[in-house]
Structure formats: C-alpha cells, structure tokens
C-alpha cells in the first residue's frame, strides 16, 4: 500500500496537504510546522502509550521519533504527526471529519499488514520555496 502526502500549503503553524492511496485522493491531510524531511517512510501499526492502542506510526524519519497518523483538527491536536480529515480550511488551518477519515484509513492499513504487504507513506513539498 503506497500512502503520499502532498504538501500544498505552509502556513504559519501547519503544512497542510492531501493524502493520496496508491495514486488517488483519500483525505486531506494537516501537520504541525516541524518539518518531517521529504522522503518516503515505512507505516507499522503498533502499540501507542499516548494512546493506549495501537495505531500507525511512520519509522525510519531521520532526527523525529514516536510519529503517527491520528485524528485531530488543528496543530494544537499534534506534537508532530499527520492528522487526516475529510474536510480542509487553509485560510484557518484546520481540517474537519478527522475521526471518519481515519476510521476508514486504519483498517485498509491493518489489512495491508495483516495480508504481508508494505505499506509505505511519501511526504512530496509541493508549496511554493519547497
């Protein structure tokens, strides 16, 4: 399974992007202004302390530990991860619908894993001086 993250917008708190799943758009996508290096990264889906069950987290970012994909709605809901939403607001910085955007990302995740496949996350900056 092949996740990207397009970042379109950095604004002043937060980079703000859409998540494509092997190529098509699923979500949008907000992050808090730390900026993960451009790359491509593995997802492993694991038990989170903060949260008390597992989620996805996203290994192998150089100089960032602990980074998962979760819900939430501005940079105030995250110390570093990629919060997913069906619904984006770039003048506010915001996105909406998080819970239902997750609650369908999670489980093609776990089955991609469960089924020995990879998956992968690809953060690409397209904003403009990217």
Sequence with gaps: MDLVVLRHTKAS????GE???NGKHFCYTLEPA?????????VLVTFSPKFDQPMP???????????????????QDTEGC???GDVQDCEHEYIAQ???????LYPLICAA??????VTIEYQNLYPGA
């Design 13 to 16: 708190m937060s980079f703000l």
């Design 19 to 21: 998540l494509l799943l």
């Design 34 to 42: 730390h900026d993960v290096p451009a790359g491509k990264y593995t």
């Design 57 to 75: 987290l996203i290994s192998g970012i150089p100089g960032f530990s602990g980074v998962r994909i979760h819900c939430g709605n501005t940079s």
């Design 82 to 84: 990629l919060l997913v």
């Design 98 to 104: 998080s819970r239902i955007a997750f609650n369908r």
């Design 113 to 118: 894993e469960d089924s020995g496949e990879t």
